[in-house]
């Protein structure tokens, strides 16, 4: 595996925390039982958890936009004391949780990693899925750096700087949740709050060997969050594993958790060479298929479907689509008076949207409920829809940093597959693939509308046995 430099100095000189071992990649669910036998307090490792944040800031990585030390460990500190009184919320009580620089904190500024609205009013409560975390007992470690505005898959921010890619810092880490998987990857954060319009969960999963679950739109309330586009925004974790992600999920959906990961023989998986399997490269192509191998190995019936339908994306997204036309609705006025402080990447996406009037805005609606209704009576043959989470494996920073045109091609390529699943207002999880010693190659285990928790069941059961192939 390739470890930047810096990284290496990063880990080599981690604080460590007196009389416990390393926490490195543990899950949340290996936490809170540390946490529950008393190996381990919350003020340990929410400590050490900062440490790690500021050594990583101090190497000149960008991964928070900031830190909120003092009250976090407040709040720690509040944990420890209700566990020993017996009073334990949930898994996720006194677990150190990012949090993705758009959603509101009461205190804090929600800049959505942008000039524009650092000098906002700060948030006078907290959005409604931090308050869950609250409420499930998470501690709140800081600010995660993101695509400005959360529009792009890549994760470059010419304001705070661009997280680097955790197992190569050339790459990138993939956006728009980039700081957020960076700070799980590196253990600055048990788990990552973020958001998903397009891919931006599942692509810095993919990208940064991680599990991301991007959930049904509507299972997450998304008040007080800056928003991109009021029909495909979704909110969701990245953390360390598929239970991780589904304690994750219970607490900011206020659904139940997953049920047990079923038997893998006689689940049918199906796949499509149409849209989501054209020009992969050649070791996504190769992880890809392994899986599938190995799941027909272990009894699932692993079938190819045809959806050409999926071929009228790129039309039907030709203007800017859903994102652009309701990213400028809400930008419109802040690009008028604002409009040189964004990154110009950015604001040349949003302005697309400015193109598209009422009629061409009800014609995608109405494109996007003919494409719902198809994907439904195909995709109920099969127990899940698997394809690979980005086409590549993560790009060179260099290149996309200086010239439009290839953060612009690459950036579509690098978009396309994810968010095929939030056009069919669907659910996914991206679980990590790859052979030892691989870049990190993503597997997306999709869903119709409403499926999340019997993804997240079979994703536990794919995950088991990729582990188990590579222990």
């Known amino acids: 595996m390739i470890i930047a430099g810096w990284v290496e100095g990063y880990i080599a000189n981690a604080v460590q925390t007196p009389a416990f071992v390393r926490i490195t990649m543990k899950t949340i669910r290996q936490l809170a039982a540390d946490l529950a036998s008393g190996r381990l307090t919350?003020?340990?490792?929410?400590?050490?958890?900062?440490?790690?944040?500021?050594?990583?800031?101090?190497?000149?990585?960008?991964?928070?936009?900031?830190?909120?030390?003092?009250?976090?460990?407040?709040?720690?500190?509040?944990?420890?004391?209700?566990?020993?009184?017996g009073m334990v919320a949930s898994p996720l009580a006194?677990?150190?949780?990012?949090?993705?620089?758009?959603?509101?904190?009461?205190?804090?500024?929600?800049?959505?990693?942008?000039?524009?609205?650092?000098?906002?009013?700060?948030a006078s409560r907290d959005a409604v899925a931090v308050a869950r975390l609250r409420a499930a007992g998470a501690v709140l470690l800081g600010r995660t750096n993101m695509s400005e505005f959360a529009?792009?898959?890549?994760?470059?921010?010419?304001?705070?700087?661009?997280?680097?890619?955790?197992?190569?810092?050339?790459?990138?880490?993939?956006?728009?949740?980039?700081?957020?998987?960076?700070?799980?990857?590196?253990d600055m954060?048990?788990?990552?709050?973020?958001?998903?319009?397009?891919?931006?969960?599942?692509?810095?999963?993919?990208?940064?060997?991680?599990?991301?679950?991007?959930?049904?739109?509507?299972?997450?309330?998304?008040?007080?969050?800056?928003?991109?586009?009021?029909?495909?925004d979704s909110a969701g974790a990245i953390a360390n594993s598929v239970d991780c992600c589904a304690i994750l999920h219970a607490a900011l959906s206020g659904h139940a958790p997953a049920p047990p990961a079923p038997s893998l023989k006689g689940l049918r998986f199906g796949y499509t060479a149409d849209y989501v399997g054209a020009n992969l490269e050649p070791q996504v192509r190769q992880a890809f298929e392994r899986t599938l191998d190995m799941l027909g190995a272990a009894g699932a019936l692993v079938e190819q479907f045809d959806f050409p339908e999926l071929l009228q994306l790129s039309a039907i997204n030709s203007g800017g689509g859903l994102v652009a036309a309701e990213a400028w609705h809400w930008h419109r006025d802040l690009l008028e008076q604002q409009g040189a402080q964004y990154d110009p990447?950015?604001?040349?996406?949003?302005?697309?949207?400015?193109?598209?009037?009422?009629?061409?805005?009800?014609?995608?609606?109405?494109?996007?409920?003919?494409?719902?209704?198809?994907?439904?009576?195909?995709?109920?043959?099969?127990d899940?829809?698997?394809?690979?989470?980005?086409?590549?494996?993560?790009?060179?920073?260099?290149?996309?940093?200086?010239?439009?045109?290839?953060?612009?091609?690459?950036?579509?390529?690098?978009?396309?597959?994810?968010?095929?699943?939030?056009?069919?207002?669907?659910?996914?999880?991206?679980?990590?693939?790859?052979?030892?010693?691989e870049l990190p190659v993503g597997l997306s285990i999709c869903g119709v509308h409403g499926m999340d928790e019997r993804i997240l069941a079979i994703a536990r059961a794919v995950e088991a046995l990729l582990h188990a192939a590579s222990p």
């Open 42 to 85: 919350s003020v340990a490792l929410t400590q050490d958890m900062l440490a790690r944040a500021e050594a990583h800031r101090a190497h000149g990585g960008h991964a928070y936009v900031s830190l909120d030390g003092e009250q976090a460990l407040k709040e720690a500190r509040a944990s420890d004391a209700l566990r020993a009184a």
């Open 94 to 122: 006194g677990m150190p949780i990012s949090i993705k620089d758009l959603f509101d904190v009461r205190g804090q500024v929600s800049s959505a990693a942008s000039r524009v609205l650092a000098d906002a009013p700060a």
């Open 151 to 186: 529009f792009s898959g890549l994760g470059l921010n010419p304001h705070h700087g661009t997280p680097r890619n955790p197992h190569d810092a050339s790459r990138v880490a993939g956006g728009s949740t980039s700081g957020g998987a960076v700070s799980v990857a590196l």
């Open 189 to 232: 954060a048990a788990g990552a709050l973020g958001t998903d319009t397009g891919g931006s969960i599942r692509i810095p999963s993919a990208f940064c060997g991680l599990t991301g679950f991007k959930p049904t739109a509507a299972s997450v309330p998304l008040a007080g969050t800056v928003p991109l586009s009021r029909s495909l």
């Open 345 to 382: 990447r950015v604001a040349a996406r949003i302005r697309r949207g400015q193109q598209q009037g009422a009629a061409e805005y009800l014609d995608l609606l109405d494109a996007r409920a003919h494409l719902r209704a198809i994907a439904s009576d195909r995709l109920a043959l099969f």
């Open 384 to 437: 899940a829809w698997l394809m690979p989470s980005v086409a590549i494996v993560a790009p060179q920073v260099a290149p996309l940093e200086a010239d439009d045109a290839a953060f612009f091609a690459t950036n579509g390529l690098v978009l396309r597959n994810a968010s095929v699943i939030n056009f069919l207002d669907g659910c996914d999880l991206s679980l990590p693939c790859q052979a030892r010693g």
